[in-house]
């Protein structure tokens, strides 16, 4: 009997769906890997307590996720800048999941740490559509009028080795790899949309989440019922475009299980994020300074866009996506009233020139 157990099985492990949705191998009697397989069965698009799991999982577990990118796969290699505006907007945010984690109660924390996430294609994407991003929540923003914001954007990056590169530009990124969205379900009964974060965590995209880190969610429902989707290549912080370089991705994980933590909303340990190389050549730096940091960070956002068109030669939409998958946004100093400064950094070393 110990041989067939170091056999994989595939199991069905409750509600609708094949029997290949989910597969399971076992280590010993205690540890198991758990494979959440891309299947139908297993995707869902909101937050939602009433969720049947679609696998029932116990500490320790090694859990692999098998993701969609965020648009649910509805782009190609191929793709091009009219088919983001024919994206369906109701499958953003495809989520995996969930999983009943055996032990987890309304009270506790659960502990999701993160054994590895890489991608699943040798490719990712970065699109823009009109009315979305930083620059566009400002309805003054000048850039509304420039002919090169017109439209919507597709933009393929080749992923190779440890980079992902903006097709024929010189322009190379580091992968660090993440997950832009991960939770549990809501305490609420109800169907939520996955675009705003709140107590569960969700739409996160936090760049610092990478393969090490250690994220804690408050637990609402019996098995806390956790969802993970929206893979990351990389991203700067404050994905200001509104997309990082999207990825179809795996993702495994281990929980572990606080009893009466009671946190309010997520909290997480990070490991070191090894970014020392992007110090090479140094960096660009912008500032918005504001009594409104909203309005602060927009003009250090335009600043940037505004140096890497004239400095690097790239076109509006080109310098606007880099500074969303590369440059990271910073609140500066708060202390000197009334204005802030929020400052934005880019690495010069992304570009290959």
């Known amino acids: 009997m110990e041989k067939a157990h170091q056999h994989p099985m595939v199991v069905n492990t409750g509600g609708a769906g094949p029997a290949s949705r989910l597969i399971i191998k076992r280590h010993n009697r205690s540890t198991r890997a758990i494979r959440i397989k891309d299947d139908p069965s297993n995707i869902h698009y909101r ?48 989520l995996t999941g969930p999983v009943y984690v055996e032990g987890a109660e309304p009270g506790d924390a659960l502990e999701v740490e993160v054994i590895n996430v890489h991608p699943r294609n040798d490719w990712g994407f970065t699109s823009l559509s009109k009315g979305n991003g930083l620059i566009f929540a400002d309805p003054f923003a000048s850039v509304l009028d420039d002919p090169d914001f017109q439209g919507p954007y597709f933009r393929v990056w080749d992923i190779s080795g440890n980079f992902a590169r903006m097709g024929k530009k010189k322009i190379k990124v580091p992968l660090a790899p993440f997950m832009g969205t991960m939770g ?46 929206d893979g990351h290549g990389a991203q700067g912080d404050g994905e200001v475009c509104v997309t990082a370089i999207e990825i179809a991705a795996e993702f495994s994980c ?21 970014r020392t190389s992007l110090d090479d050549k140094g960096y660009y730096l912008t500032m918005g300074i504001d009594r409104d940091v909203k309005r ?37 100093e708060v202390v000197d009233l009334p204005n802030w400064v929020v400052s934005f950094v880019l690495p010069k070393s992304i570009f290959q020139f």
């Open 184 to 229: 549990v379900a809501p305490a609420r009964r109800g169907v939520y949309r996955t675009f705003s974060p709140f107590e569960i965590g969700g739409n996160l995209d936090i760049r610092q989440l990478i393969k090490g880190s250690k994220i804690f969610f408050p637990v609402f429902n019996e098995g806390a019922l956790f969802s993970v989707g």
């Open 254 to 274: 281990r929980f572990r299980i606080h009893k009466n933590w009671n946190i309010p909303k997520p909290r997480a340990i990070i490991p070191p994020q090894h």
């Open 47 to 94: 937050w939602d307590n009433q969720l049947e799991p679609v696998a029932r999982v116990r500490e320790g577990d090694l859990v692999t996720f098998e993701c969609r990118d965020g648009s649910d796969n509805q782009f190609s290699r191929t793709s091009t800048p009219e088919d983001v505006e024919k994206m369906d907007a109701e499958r953003v945010h495809a």
């Open 296 to 332: 602060a960070t927009r003009e250090a956002v335009r600043e940037m866009v505004d140096w890497t068109i004239r400095e690097c030669k790239l076109s509006l939409r080109d310098a606007y996506v880099v500074a969303s998958v590369a440059g990271d946004l910073k609140i500066s």
